[in-house]
């Protein structure tokens, strides 16, 4: 029989190399999806992936596309149905090696309109779950004014132009994407009987889809990002859910909506949970840098660390 300081002595080695390889977990994978006008193999969205590998080394990151090809990827973020689109993600990550077989689920980063559309994959799919979601400058809202394109933007001026002209049709809610995330809260009735997108991921319909609900609330953390500066996406508080009257000029903030009153997609469960974060990042529309990146990878993407203090106390 082991005398008592060899049982703890063999207890301490088993703890440690227990807890030593669970100190060691690797991070979740992460899914990023980019903005209207943007595509997945862009230079700018490679910096981001290479950043979040070397702020938490071993991340596997995957850029969303919806085609292989960069250009057509482009042009899908200005022209097509979101809800086949999306289709098409939730099919892509589902069968993803790497993605469909990670334990601990994924985390997500959305940029601009690819923030909403990640939120939308939690409540129509979320398999593999997504543990947290981070969100930058997104029109969760929705927008209530269409955005001015460069000057020699063609594809953005062509859809534009479509969307300003029959913003309510069928043919622009199934072909033009920004116009299906349009909200103007002083015209409700054409969004809820029209809208494509937006009107069903945020459950303002009367019929609720209870799904959509849990899925967002199963969320450990769901950070959202509002530019200071924003004059790109309006209202810039979209970003946090909130309504903007631009008659009155009045911001009516989520915590005072319906939405999280009664609970429309789980918003309010998830931040009596502790599982909402507000931040402001200073700057214009997606005006981002390498430090507010850097702490939101650290803040939101790290593996989670094992405290061996408490059981090497007790032997």
Not at 75 to 96: I, M, S, W, Y
Not at 189 to 214: G, H, M, P, T, V
Not at 221 to 247: G, L, Q, V
Not at 287 to 308: H, Q, R, V
Request: with cysteine; hydrophobic share 35%.
């Amino acid at each position: 029989m082991l005398s008592s300081s060899s049982s703890a002595f063999l207890l301490l080695a088993v703890s440690k190399l227990f807890y030593g390889a669970a100190a060691k977990l690797d991070p979740l994978p992460l899914v990023i999806w980019h903005g209207l006008g943007d595509n997945y193999d862009a230079d700018g969205l490679k910096s981001v992936g290479n950043l979040a590998e070397q702020v938490n080394p071993g991340t596997y990151v995957y850029n969303v596309r919806l085609d292989d090809d960069p250009s057509a990827d482009r042009t899908a973020t200005f022209f097509g149905n979101l809800t086949t689109q999306l289709e098409k993600v939730c099919e892509d990550l589902a069968n993803h090696p790497v993605l469909s077989s990670s334990p601990g689920g994924i985390n997500a980063l959305g940029f601009s309109q690819g923030g909403q559309f990640m939120r939308g994959y939690v409540e129509r799919c979320n398999n593999p779950p997504v543990r947290n979601l981070v969100t930058f400058g997104s029109q969760h809202n929705g927008i209530s004014e269409f955005q001015e394109c460069d000057a020699n933007d063609w594809l953005c001026k062509a859809a534009m132009g479509v969307m300003r002209s029959s913003t309510w049709s069928s043919f622009v809610q199934s072909r033009i994407v920004p116009a299906q995330y349009f909200r103007d809260p002083e015209d409700l009735a054409s969004y809820l009987e029209n809208s494509n997108f937006l009107a069903d991921i945020n459950n303002e319909r009367a019929s609720k889809n209870k799904a959509y609900a849990a899925n967002l609330a199963s969320l450990d953390k769901f950070a959202m990002y509002m530019f200071t500066e924003d004059t790109t996406m309006i209202p810039k508080e979209s970003a946090w859910f909130a309504e903007f009257n631009r008659t009155s000029g009045i911001v009516t903030p989520l915590q005072q909506r319906d939405i999280w009153i009664e609970d429309w997609i789980g918003l309010r469960k998830l931040g009596e949970k502790d599982g909402l974060d507000f931040w402001t990042a200073k700057g214009r529309h997606m005006n981002l840098d390498d430090k507010i990146l850097t702490k939101a990878f650290k803040e939101y993407f790290s593996p989670p660390k094992s405290d061996t203090t408490k059981l090497q106390g007790e032997l």
